[in-house]
């Protein structure tokens, strides 16, 4: 395949991946208007307050992927407690994955690099995919001031080939829905002089690094 063609492969396999997580919650107001619209005045609060939930859990999940996928996410304006609150948006929809970690505290090398926000939000969504059974994401620094994202819970494991395609060891034309977001964020890493590792595996733990490489 041509670079060409490597690059509408990862572009229409991203744009699956994307809309398959918003199209649970878009078709829920979907559902909630036309059940007003059915039931008038009794559909009540039952109604709204499913609208309203659904509303925003795909706000949430479209902030979140605008962070990590889009062009803005690298804005220097964009605070680490920014990606805190998106990532909230991100995990409230099923509930089972929660965080606990400072934006506020030290979180790896000082000043914050350009783009540092961005990889983070990046690193925190791989962490979400660690987690099958729920379970809690923190963040924290390194003893050598790189960044852990550490994915705690039940079966807490890596999926196959996940590292090969953050790594860029897949070719895009083997990639699937479910491995083009780590290949992608290893290109974007890449991109912004960052790396992103799984650096451990545990029983109920996975730890990924996220390093500044060079500043851009």
Not at 77 to 93: H, Y
């Amino acid at each position: 395949m041509s670079e060409s063609d490597d690059l509408a492969t990862t572009i229409e396999l991203l744009s699956s991946r994307i809309c398959h997580d918003i199209i649970s919650p878009v078709g829920a107001v979907n559902n909630g208007v036309e059940f007003m619209q059915e039931m008038g005045a009794e559909a009540g609060d039952e109604a709204i307050n499913l609208i309203s939930y659904s509303a925003t859990q795909a706000a949430g999940k479209l902030q979140a992927f605008r962070f990590a996928y889009g062009a803005g996410g690298a804005d220097p304006n964009i605070k680490p407690e920014d990606i805190q609150k998106a990532f909230s948006g991100l995990i409230a929809g099923e509930g089972k994955i929660s965080q606990t970690w400072d934006p506020f505290g030290p979180l790896g090398p000082s000043p914050l690099p350009p783009a540092f926000c961005k990889m983070l939000m990046c690193t925190m969504m791989l962490g979400v995919e660690c987690l099958p059974k729920g379970g809690s994401i923190s963040v924290k620094p390194s003893e050598s001031n790189d960044t852990l994202v550490l994915a705690e819970g039940p079966d807490a494991g890596v999926r196959d080939q996940v590292e090969d395609a953050l790594a860029g060891k897949i070719a895009p034309e083997n990639l699937d829905p479910r491995l083009v977001h780590p290949y992608t964020i290893g290109v974007l890493a890449k991109k912004y002089g960052f790396g992103i590792e799984i650096t451990g595996k545990e029983d109920g733990k996975v730890t990924l690094t996220l390093t500044v490489l060079k500043t851009t």
